[in-house]
């Protein structure tokens, strides 16, 4: 099933045809019972295949990720103290007006 739709593109008008998905009608969603039936074997079959076609970092890239994820760590850590520490200095100002 196609729709026109209209898009504005600097002041004027194209018209394009895009295709629209629709349900026929009767069509209900699909449910559990009707998925397919594999047996455990075949399941972890088609797993193993899939994980073949993965590629895979190498150990180089992983250890230099896992650096810049523990270096980002510190440097949140660090900004969230000096924000943590302004804010306790601003709060015991605060309070102390009262006395």
């Not at 559990?32 to 039936?37: F, G, I, V």
């Not at 075949?42 to 650096?67: C, L, M, Y």
């Not at 440097?75 to 309070?95: C, K, P, T, W």
């Amino acid at each position: 099933m196609a729709d026109w739709r209209t898009m504005r593109s600097g002041g004027r008008r194209k018209i394009r045809k895009v295709a629209v998905a629709r349900a026929p009608s009767g069509c209900r969603a699909s449910s559990r019972s009707d998925m397919a039936k594999i047996s455990p074997v075949e399941f972890f079959q088609q797993v193993r295949a899939e994980t073949a076609k993965v590629t895979w970092p190498s150990r180089r890239e992983t250890a230099i990720t896992t650096a810049m994820v523990f270096v980002m760590v510190l440097v949140a850590s660090i900004f969230f103290m000096i924000i943590d520490q302004i804010l306790r200095f601003g709060v015991s100002q605060l309070l102390s007006l009262g006395h």
